[in-house]
């Protein structure tokens, strides 16, 4: 069927439809539309619903998985404390993180200064790491998040940023990372 004839029986079929036959045909298909658009965008609110449901169950299984505070007498709670931080041997993993964050970031870490800080009596110790990157401001910050995300005995010290022009697109940031280890595992 060539397009002139598909006109000719369109318009013979919206005569005899009539006017109002015509406006309910135009009615009848933007509700339809409006149909689809609706329920594609529950969908999707239901979709987040459930990823937020999950993160919230998520969190409540961890907090209910550690022992109640009031039950805990002082030498117990820093017992469940200290758990959380890894012995002084996984500091080549968790390094070996945030060189694979800045991979992902497409940033790459040409040097990098490493200092332990050993305070007297404290049974935590802290690694220093700070390190120069050059690159947009999203891969910088999609690398902090990462870095934050992936460990969680790792704080974010200090980040310093600096741009030449203010239309340049590359920043250069100097981050500092604390790492803590745990000294009697």
Do not use: C
């Amino acid at each position: 069927m060539n397009t002139v004839v598909l006109q000719r029986h369109v318009q013979y079929r919206l005569n005899q439809l009539g006017k109002v036959g015509a406006v309910g045909l135009i009615l009848m298909v933007a509700a339809v539309a409006a149909w689809f658009t609706l329920v594609r965008w529950g969908e999707k609110d239901l979709i987040n619903a459930r990823k937020r449901v999950e993160s919230v169950q998520k969190q409540v299984a961890n907090k209910s998985s550690l022992p109640m505070s009031s039950s805990l007498n002082q030498e117990e709670q820093l017992r469940v404390f200290y758990k959380n931080f890894g012995p002084e041997e996984k500091v080549p993993e968790t390094l070996q993180r945030i060189y694979k964050a800045a991979e992902k970031q497409d940033l790459v870490l040409e040097t990098g200064e490493y200092t332990l800080v050993v305070t007297p009596g404290e049974r935590l110790q802290r690694y220093r790491v700070g390190l120069p990157v050059k690159g947009t401001f999203k891969q910088v910050l999609g690398f902090m998040d990462k870095v934050l995300q992936d460990n969680a005995t790792v704080a974010l010290e200090n980040a310093a940023f600096k741009r030449d022009k203010v239309d340049e697109a590359v920043v250069e940031a100097k981050l500092v990372f604390t790492l803590y280890v745990d000294t009697q595992p």
